[in-house]
């Protein structure tokens, strides 16, 4: 295993049209993130699993965003509706056991809504 | 809501030169503090891990403290070279979920 694995690592697409990223995290992880991340500004917060449980959602995460986990392995992002607003970098990070353990990033996926 | 806060947002330096970015947060209440370097258009590359109960760690040419009562971290880089040209950012772990600052674009110049 050799870190968080995101997929696609780009996506262009119609305001309008649906989206869903996949996230594939250091396998024996079982805290998950995702983040969005604007030109110039450090990454928003979006949510967070732990195993299959999503445990908290931001504000950020509108009606048009939903995100599972569903064996409390992979996670999945969709945006539903894509606004040109949406274009951003979706990161997912992951990290181990207790609270204060190291966060470990994947390469992210850069999203352009036309 | 705990407030991260990075300073200089951006620093430009010749080759050789010793510095620091500075990274504030205004709940002292954490578990950790975690800086990243981050390439242009890429994912984050954990640098350095400091546990809440560390004053500071040590990678190479890095060395990030920790104060904890008056919230303020910083990250050294020694003797920077080009490579190290990079946004760095540092987060701030309060629970489960890190809270990020804005970055340092940082630009090292042969």
């Known amino acids: 295993d050799t870190g968080v694995s995101q997929d696609p690592r780009h996506k262009i697409t119609k305001r309008g049209q649906n989206v869903t990223f996949r996230c594939d995290p250091i396998?024996?992880?079982?805290?998950l993130y995702w983040y969005r991340q604007t030109l110039g500004q450090g990454p928003e917060f979006l949510t967070y699993f732990q195993n299959e449980a999503q445990l908290e959602k931001s504000r950020l995460l509108s009606n048009r965003f939903s995100a599972e986990r569903p064996k409390g392995s992979f996670s999945t992002l969709e945006i539903q509706r894509t606004e040109q607003g949406d274009s951003a970098m979706y990161l997912c990070a992951s990290s181990q056991g207790r609270m204060g353990t190291e966060a470990f990033f994947g390469q992210g996926t850069r999203l352009t809504v036309v | 809501k705990q407030e991260v806060t990075q300073i200089p947002a951006a620093l430009s330096v010749p080759e050789g030169e010793n510095l620091v970015l500075n990274c504030s947060f205004t709940d002292s209440a954490i578990y950790n503090l975690q800086w990243f370097r981050q390439d242009p258009g890429k994912g984050l590359t954990s640098l350095l891990l400091i546990q809440s109960s560390q004053r500071e760690q040590t990678s190479g040419r890095l060395n990030a403290s920790l104060d904890k009562s008056s919230g303020r971290s910083t990250l050294y880089i020694a003797a920077s070279q080009p490579g190290d040209s990079a946004t760095y950012l540092c987060?701030?772990?309060?629970?489960?979920?890190?809270?990020f600052g804005r970055g340092t674009s940082l630009i090292v110049h042969p």
């Open positions: 987060a701030v772990g309060g629970s489960y979920i890190p809270t």
């Open positions: 396998s024996e992880h079982n805290r």
